[in-house]
């Protein structure tokens, strides 16, 4: 929900924002930040929320959920990324909104929330880990709810894309800013 909730905001937040945009002289990075800022303390109650269920459930933490912020961290970076990707691609390309949520329903499926990755034949599995938010997703479920070091593909490479990814949406977006009121 936080992917598809910041992705989805930020992507249209420029639009929705045009006539602030266009009247003053305030940093077009606002309207994205603050769409990110707004889902992520939705996101903080939700982790709120699972931890208490954790603790209620009798759960206990081991010693591999300490590498829980370093999948959070990821999937933050990953998000923002595309979020200040996108939102300068819609506003110069209106598809990339309703083509984005097509994504994000594929992507849905593709990720492992109400099934795990094991019930997926081996020959597929590859489409459910290429998938950045689902290796977060299956990691996070390994680390906090089973007990177990997140699967042997690693921490620090996936951590070095999503670091990526959030560098190229930035980078996009500011080569892009410069030009968005033009589109309005």
């Given amino acids: 929900n936080?992917?598809?909730e910041c992705t989805s905001t930020g992507t249209g937040s420029l639009l929705a924002r045009a006539n602030l945009?266009?009247?003053?002289?305030?940093?077009?990075?606002?309207?994205?930040?603050?769409?990110?800022?707004?889902?992520g303390l939705t996101f903080a109650i939700n982790l709120g929320v699972l931890m208490i269920v954790i603790r209620a459930t009798g759960t206990s933490l081991g010693i591999p959920a300490v590498t829980f912020p370093l999948l959070l961290l990821d999937l933050i970076l990953q998000t923002t990324g595309m979020?200040?990707?996108?939102?300068?691609?819609?506003?110069h390309f209106r598809d990339i909104g309703y083509l984005w949520k097509i994504a994000l329903q594929v992507g849905f499926w593709l990720t492992p929330i109400i099934y795990l990755d094991t019930m997926v034949p081996e020959r597929w599995r590859w489409l459910v880990?290429?998938?950045?938010?689902?290796?977060?997703?299956?990691?996070s479920r390994r680390a906090l709810i089973w007990g177990l070091w997140p699967a042997p593909r690693g921490?620090?490479?996936?951590?070095?894309?999503?670091?990526?990814?959030?560098?190229?949406g930035v980078a996009?977006?500011?080569?892009?800013?410069?030009?968005?009121?033009?589109?309005f």
């Fill in 2 to 4: 936080f992917f598809d």
């Fill in 21 to 39: 945009l266009s009247k003053s002289p305030m940093p077009r990075s606002v309207a994205v930040n603050s769409a990110l800022l707004s889902a």
């Fill in 83 to 91: 979020a200040f990707l996108l939102a300068p691609l819609h506003v």
């Fill in 129 to 139: 880990w290429a998938n950045p938010v689902g290796r977060v997703i299956g990691d």
């Fill in 155 to 168: 921490l620090l490479l996936p951590t070095l894309i999503s670091a990526v990814v959030c560098a190229v």
């Fill in 172 to 183: 996009v977006f500011r080569r892009l800013q410069g030009r968005i009121v033009e589109y």
